[in-house]
């Protein structure tokens, strides 16, 4: 089984894909493609990095790039949870595969934007201002090859909404797991 996950900045994939790694998925995420390259380049891994890093490669490789060369690294027969699916096409690579399904995790804004502050990342966006300012480059894109979330989302199969505690978002995630 495959579960992709896409959302917002900060609006609970981590959090989804650990629990899901405690009932026995491995986890892979197309940011990871980025981060190496990144590394190989001595370049600092920032979001803005990383974003411009992913809209390279998809400009160079096609918009599914990044979901291809992580999937190229899937073992068959086992189950894994994809984190950071970013655009329609990425979303796509994802769900042709047999046993596989997209969810879309999300939260509100200010929730996202107080628990990104809580984690105290230098590189993150201080005021909310700067936050929306960010998100807005993430949202929507006419160029195929760029992050374009709001694709992603509405072709998800399913949605989760985080905008609880830990333990309620727990119990979604096994309830999703029930109906598959």
Do not use: W
Request: net charge negative.
């Amino acid at each position: 089984m495959i579960i992709g996950l896409t959302g917002e900045n900060c609006a609970g994939k981590g959090t989804v894909a650990e629990y899901l790694k405690s009932k026995g998925f491995l986890y892979r995420s197309l940011s990871d493609v980025l981060r190496e390259d990144l590394e190989k380049e001595s370049k600092k891994i920032t979001r803005e990095n990383l974003i411009e890093k992913g809209n390279s490669l998809r400009a160079k490789h096609g918009p599914a790039a990044l979901a291809k060369k992580t999937v190229e690294r899937l073992d068959e027969g086992k189950n894994y949870i994809i984190d950071s699916i970013r655009n329609a096409a990425e979303a796509q690579e994802i769900k042709s595969f047999p046993n596989s399904t997209l969810v879309y995790v999300c939260a509100p804004p200010k929730t996202r934007f107080e628990r990104m502050k809580s984690r105290g990342r230098e590189s993150d966006p201080q005021t909310f201002e700067e936050f929306g300012v960010l998100e807005g480059k993430e949202m929507k894109n006419e160029d195929r090859t760029k992050q374009s979330l709001v694709d992603a989302f509405e072709i998800a199969d399913l949605k989760i909404e985080n905008d609880g505690t830990v333990e309620e978002l727990h119990k979604k995630i096994d309830e999703l797991l029930g109906s598959l």
